[in-house]
């Protein structure tokens, strides 16, 4: 099967993240069902033993203690006893304890779970734990052909014709409706509206509002109105910048009167600058009411905002009885509804339709499901269901360590949002990344757009793969601890009302915990995908870490794992029990076998997939991405963090920058770096032929293409990938020479440059050196802490016999 390839942008214009993917297998790796080991008995001539891990901290970490049943159910019934919302139940901030919270340690179900992603990847297991549920999203003012294909599904384009001006100006027709909720026994209909001159609502102006309506009961943003609607007609919006078909409510009262019609006044929240709200007609009871389908109530309550559940009076937002609601039919068909007129729409298909389906078959086994255990909708004996051969224990607290936590009272983090359902750019491959040129502006300048962003299309794209953090290095409380100013209002008063933000007691880096991981009859290969997994065998003199538990995208949760193997001999042991002896332990050490198990696994996989003219797996691209997002300790952090609305710039004019503006597409792990290595570009199709299990090097690779319309255009120049790149090893100073690829320690940054230590000797790195470019001073320090490790080319000597360095590559 053709699977689709990410491409990577070749311009600045890339997005950054805290996260990023390892992509999906090219094809699974399966196990005949009848191969595995029966679990009633011991099996000698596979292995069976345990794994003793010592887990040190790098970095904070945190995983959230447990509930006492008394504060469990207070929870569940909202009962907090009154007290601030540093008291409240869901803000405990203990780590995870089983008996004195002052003895935290790693619960085995989140090792377990960390483990299983690992060897899930590395055995080019199925893609499985992804989401079947629809995701919603609006779209109103995006200026990418995103936002125009939302708006094309809630309005109809009817031409362009002169306005009352005579300019020529663009007309269009809403396609939503207005009705009202009906509820019977929780499920949900709507009932439309009445359709009155061609619409089922008229807009009212502020001004024009009537004083002390009445409200409708058990609906807080809705009200009794009684009014008469003007003609269905256009209306000029912004200024006649467009025209919109609407119906104007030309008198409106709280008391019923002759020539006026008993409708509902809809309040859709705060706005900058808005001039009206909604009037929607009342119930029409002739018409056919509307069946609201499960999986839309679903997608509709876990969308509903914070905001939207305090307009709204309630969680379930307007899945009320009698609630006045918006909604879009395609055909037949209900697409969504909600309290405003531009509201959410669903994605034409749900995450888990991204993943080809040679991907995901439920029926297939996978190395990670023979290992950890499965159950299965059809089949027989070992084909329907198998237990696990991995069993996992918590992480104790090693004994005789003091001072454990990050700080002595609870810290409040800044605040983790869950993936945004509009930044499909990060989370599908695209094909087409970079900007390309759509006509001139009013200066004759180019006018560069992201033509065709994919998240529609299941044959043109794919999920990018599993999603990992990157690690930050050395993290600090002040790094974690959210602003304090965010935490109180103008009074300076905690904000009782917060529910966003939470409590926790983190584990400072460098404690030590110590855990277990028994194994049962497994192969050497199986044996070899856990110490894989543990060891994270990579490029010789880099070092990689865990991650686990909460905060990863601020750099918390990093730990470093030495594993020690033991093999047990059961037979023996048995033996000797039954001769009379006793029990015998028989057990032995066997962590110098831990590098010969991990090549069974390694020649295992690379045979499966087709890759036995790599040396190692760690030499398979896809497993160059997932070593990458564990390298200790990563990237600068200036590469990974999260993109800002407004970002300070002061190269511009409003002196900061929407850095969502244009939907920026991510680069793989291996390329986050503007100029880092030169992408591949997918075929014209936006599609590659099915490897063999690896992708190709990069001298297989065809060029970068460049902007359709724009053909002298180039890639931005750069060095290659430094992972790639050969570093000079001259034995001193005297022996450095200009075009020399060097490593060197940051010593301190001075106003416009870095000076890096090289064999001892001061050298200069000027900011118009620096790839990629810097904004400011500060954004200098940011970008080179003092003592990072950063790899330069040597430029040469300036006239005081400095040595003068470069990032880009002559």
Known sequence: MIIPEHVNPTTPERALAPYNFVPLPERVITVDPSTLPDQDRYDPDRCTGYIDCVITTESPIYVRGPLTPDEFERQETGQDGGGSWRDQVRNK???????????????????????????????YSKMQWVSNDPLVYRAVGDTTTHGNRYRERVMREDGTRPNRAGKPTKHYTPLVKAGYIEEDQREFRIRPAKEIN????????????????????????????????????????????????????IRASGQEAPGLTKGALVYSGPMASKRSETVIYPPDERARSISIPDELVLAYKDQVSQEQEHLLGRKGGVLRNGQPVFYLQEGDKLIFFGHTMMMRLPYPHTPVDFIPECLRKKTDLDVAEALFGYTKSEGEGKARAYASRVFVSDALLEPNQSGIWLSDAPIVPKILGGPKPTTFQHYVT???????????????????????????????????????????????????????????????RVKESDTQHTQIRPVKAGVRFRWRIRFENLSKEELGALLWALTLPGRSGQEYRHSIGMGKPYGMGAIK???????????????????????????????????????????????????????????????????????????????????????????????????????????DPLHIAVGSRAPATAPA????????????????????????STPEAKPTPGPTAKAELELSHPASIAEVSPGMYLEGKVVRTESGRVVVDILGEEATLSRDAISPPIRDDYDLEERFPKDKIVRVWVKGRNKSGRIQLTMRRN
């Not at 529609?456 to 990157?470: A, E, F, N, P, Q």
Request: glycine share 8%; net charge positive.
């Open 430 to 492: 695209q094909a087409t990344p970079d900007p390309q040129e759509q006509g001139r502006d009013r200066n004759g300048n180019p006018k560069l757009v992201r033509e065709r962003l994919d998240y529609t299309d299941k044959k043109r794209s794919v999920i990018r793969g599993h999603k990992l953090y990157w690690h930050k290095g050395e993290i600090k409380a002040a790094d974690v601890q959210e602003a304090s100013d965010r935490l109180r209002d103008e009074q300076g």
């Open 561 to 667: 794992v030495e594993p020690t193997l033991t093999l047990e001999d059961r037979r023996r042991g048995y033996s000797a029990l039954f001769d009379g002896a006793g029990w015998l332990e028989a057990s032995k050490d066997a962590s110098a076998r831990i590098p010969t198990f991990i090549g069974d696994f390694d020649r295992f996989v690379r045979h499966e997939i087709g890759a036995e003219d790599t040396p190692t797996l760690a030499g398979v691209e896809r497993i160059q991405m997932l070593l990458k997002m564990l390298e200790w300790p990563g990237p600068g952090k200036e590469l990974t963090r999260y993109l800002e609305i407004e970002r300070q710039d002061p190269t511009i004019k409003r002196g900061k920058i929407n850095e969502y503006k244009g939907r920026p597409v991510l680069p």
């Open 685 to 708: 199709s936006g599609q590659r032929p099915q490897p063999t299990g690896r992708r190709p090097h990069q001298d297989q690779r065809p060029a970068p293409a460049a902007p359709r």
């Open 93 to 123: 901030p203990d780590f995870f304890y089983t008996h004195a919270a002052t003895a935290p340690r790693i619960p085995g179900s989140s090792l377990r779970g960390m483990l299983r992603q690992l060897v899930e990847i590395i055995s």
């Open 198 to 249: 061609g619409t089922t609502f008229a807009r009212i102006g502020i001004d024009n509002i009537p004083d002390r309506l009445a409200k409708i009961r058990d609906c807080k943003n809705a009200c009794e109105i009684w009014f008469q609607a003007g003609p269905y007609d256009y209306q000029d919006v912004r200024g006649g910048f467009l025209r919109i078909k609407y119906a104007r409510v």
